[in-house]
């Protein structure tokens, strides 16, 4: 009742009392999602030519890379004439952001994000409303592809509630509009879950978010407290991959499919899974995805946002490494599909005989393995040193230990050392994410690839 009050009446009357867009953008996302792939394609080229004259127009950054590159933006008469382009990478943004703010938007009020960027290094992004206003619709029709609704509640697994940053008004916010329950992932306790599961009996929400291994180590407190009532509509899992072996415990607690998600604070959300479950669809209206140059195949992502005309970000190398299809999916959506994020570049490890292997697909295969290894995290020191930590459970035994030392020797050779370290949690990074592969070595090498 209160979901449909606020999805007919409360969001439409504060979106028309400030002026937003996002609900008129929604409904015309919902249709754009279903065009043929040629039709999406083509809009991209339009909004691809015009971000570029405006770029060029606009932010010093690309008069003088492009220039120096002997490129203009009347060169693109086709997405793959974007390759002759340069790349933007993330350390520019770093250093040289204010030069990257487009001088038209100079007076004009934007919106700041500020995202610790993967590296802890703080990382300063301007958006325009305009564009602001597209993501939010681009994000909500995602949302909705999990099985929540929009004006139904949603529960929060996350570090640092926004609301927080608003004061009394965001407070109201959200208690009357927003009506989010949150779980606060900054130092969980056994207490703070159980308070968070009482909640989510009481609301009842469509939607759980969250970090994937947050969603993880809340599915696994509520199994072992046997609370297995609790049955959202959707689960949407982002900021981090989903490994299969969350997956499973996540949808064996709450009873339906985790939809995963993909996107960072620099562009807010690129893809995410239908109601299918196979690959992560891209908001293709939001943003221009390829690798090298390539609208498919595996490589490090470029990703060029289409919409935010207050700070351009034009093949912005996130820092990933994906696999890109233009797969049919049986939805029937036209968007074109990341079906893999393989991760970020410095998830990879080098074996001894120089060859990379994916971090997700490591420890995916060492925790599947290895009995008694409830989680996994390698940290390849060189490349001829790792260093395994283990969470163990109780059927961890001497067996165990020889199953990983025979995965070291499949996977990496005799020349591979290792060192086994017992954990009882996983730590965090200071962003509140986990990572379960770490490798000093990897970047240095792919670089020494592609140079
Ligand atoms: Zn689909």
Redesign the pocket.
Known sequence: MLDTLNRRLVLPLLAAKRGSTYLRDLVELERTQFEPPEQIRARQLTLLKAQLQHAFATVPYYQRTWTAAGVHPSDLNSLADLAHFPILPKADIRTRGTELYSTAYRNVKVRTKTTSGSTGVPLKILLDERGAQWKTACTLRADQWSGWRLGQRVAKVWGNPEYRHFGLRGRLMNHFVDRAVYLDTIGLTSERIGEFATNLRRHKPGMLFGHAHSLYLLACALRKSKITDIRPNGIVSTAMPLHDWQRVVIEEVFGVPATNRYGCEEVSLIACQ?E?H?GL?VAAESVYTEVGGRPTGTGKLLVTDLTNAAMPLIRYEIGDVVTLSDAP???G?GLPVIEKVEGRDADFVVTPAGRLISGISLTENFAMHINGAAQVQIIQETTTHLRVRLVKDDTFSDASRRQLAKLVLDTFGPTMRFDVEFLDVIPQEPSGKYRFCISKVANDFMKGLSA
């Open positions: 239908c299918r196979a669809h999916c049986a939805c959506r």
